[in-house]
C-alpha cells in the first residue's frame, strides 16, 4: 500500500525567508502524481504545485518550488520570500497514475506552517 | 455550481442520531470523492464515485456509513448512530473524470463540513 509521511508536525519561518517542507512517501509503483496542497483555516485544500513522476524537473509555481528525489522517494516543497498569506496547514499528497486506479489522493498528516512578522 | 458546495458547514449531533452530509460538486464532474478529516491527521480516503456508482466501499470505516450520488451530481454521506470518533471534518472533492484530476482542472474540494458528536 502507498504511504506519505510528513515528518515535521509544526515548522516556523520568518517573513522574507525561505523554508523547506519534507514528505516522503512509499509505493511500488513507477508511474504516479505528487502534490503539495494548502489549507487555510477555511478547511478549502487549494493546490500549491504538482509533479509527475515520469519528469526529472523539478516543477516550480512562482515561490513555490519542489525538489524531487525519485530514487529516495521524496518530494520536498520549497517556499521562497515567505509572506504572511503563506501560513497554514500544508499536506503531500501521492496519486497512482494507471488504468485501474480510484484516483483518489493518499495524504500526509500534514505540516503546520507559521509565519512570523 | 462555479465550486465544490458541501452542507452544512457545522453540524453538532448527540450520540446515537443520524447525520446527512451533502456535497454538490462542480457541474459536469463525474467523479467525486469523499474524504475525512480527523483532529491532528492528514485526510483519509472514505469512497469515490464515477458517475452514480461507487464500485469500492471498503474504505467507508464501518457499516453506520454510507453514501450515494443521484443524477451524477449531489451526493450524500450517511452517518447513523453516530459515535464521537466520528467527529471529524468531511471534505468532498470532485474532479471531471478519474484520471483527469492531475489535468488543468484537477481536484476541486469543497470547505467541508465539521462534524462534532456530544
Known amino acids: 500500500a502507498q504511504t506519505v509521511t510528513q515528518s515535521q508536525p509544526e515548522m516556523s519561518v520568518q517573513e522574507a525567508e525561505t523554508v523547506t517542507l519534507s514528505c516522503t512517501y512509499d509505493?511500488?509503483?513507477?508511474?504516479?502524481?505528487l502534490f503539495w496542497y494548502k489549507q487555510p483555516p477555511s478547511r478549502q485544500m487549494i493546490l500549491v504545485i504538482r509533479?509527475?513522476?515520469?519528469?526529472?524537473q523539478n516543477a516550480t509555481e512562482n515561490r513555490f518550488s519542489v525538489n524531487f528525489q525519485k530514487a529516495a522517494k521524496s518530494f520536498s516543497l520549497k517556499i521562497s520570500d515567505s509572506q504572511l498569506g503563506d501560513a497554514a496547514m500544508y499536506f503531500c499528497?501521492?496519486?497512482?497514475?494507471?488504468?485501474?486506479?480510484?484516483?483518489?489522493?493518499?495524504f500526509g498528516k500534514g505540516t503546520k506552517l507559521s509565519v512570523k512578522p | 455550481g462555479a465550486g465544490v458546495s458541501q452542507s452544512p458547514s457545522n453540524k453538532v449531533t448527540e450520540k446515537g442520531k443520524d447525520v446527512e452530509l451533502r456535497c454538490d460538486p462542480i457541474s459536469g464532474h463525474t467523479a467525486l470523492y469523499w474524504y475525512r478529516q480527523s483532529l491532528g491527521q492528514g485526510l483519509e480516503f472514505l469512497i469515490y464515485f464515477q458517475g452514480n456508482s461507487a464500485p469500492d466501499k471498503s474504505g467507508l470505516p464501518s457499516d453506520r456509513f454510507s453514501a450515494e450520488r443521484t443524477g451524477g451530481s449531489v451526493s450524500t454521506l450517511t452517518i447513523q448512530r453516530t459515535q464521537q470518533e466520528d467527529s471529524a471534518v468531511y471534505l468532498c472533492a470532485s474532479s471531471l473524470a478519474l484520471l483527469t484530476g492531475v489535468t488543468n482542472y484537477g481536484y476541486t474540494f469543497g470547505s467541508g463540513t465539521r462534524l462534532t458528536v456530544v
Open positions: 499528497a501521492y496519486r497512482a497514475n494507471y488504468g485501474g486506479s480510484q484516483g483518489n489522493l493518499i
Open positions: 509533479q509527475e513522476a515520469y519528469k526529472q
Open positions: 509505493t511500488s509503483e513507477s508511474d504516479y502524481y
